[in-house]
């Protein structure tokens, strides 16, 4: 499956963005979907996952209660809503696609672009 990431931008502290992945293919319902972020100087880290069906959502501590994942399997793509924005949420942005509901990257073979979200006053 190919992935193209969007929505990305500058956002204010406490301000909201939402990320799309949209995927190729006709299988994408049969994928677990997931967001992964890396910040400058860090390492890569899992955001949230969402499983295929959508029914099973799963989040870091650092993003739950302000960050929400979905997907529309009729349009072949998740998004992740970004609310309560702050600084240290500026990272790019990946997602990805696997066929377990895991947190480790190296569960996931396939991988968008990434898409840069700054937030910043």
């Known amino acids: 499956v190919q992935l193209q990431a969007s929505g990305g931008g500058l956002a204010q502290p406490g301000g909201s963005l939402r990320l799309s992945c949209a995927a190729s293919g006709r299988t994408f319902s049969s994928y677990v979907m997931a967001w992964f972020r890396q910040a400058p100087g860090k390492e890569r880290e899992f955001a949230a996952t969402?499983?295929?069906?959508?029914?099973?959502?799963y989040y870091a501590d650092s993003v739950k209660g302000r960050f929400t994942i979905s997907r529309d399997n009729a349009k072949n793509t998740v998004y992740l809503q970004m609310n309560s924005l702050k600084p240290e949420d500026t990272a790019v942005y990946y997602c990805?696609?696997?066929?377990?509901?895991?947190?480790?990257?190296?569960?996931?073979?396939?991988w968008g672009q990434g898409t840069q979200v700054t937030v910043s006053s």
């Open positions: 990805a696609a696997g066929r377990i509901v895991q947190r480790s990257q190296d569960s996931y073979a396939s």
């Open positions: 969402i499983s295929g069906s959508g029914s099973g959502t």
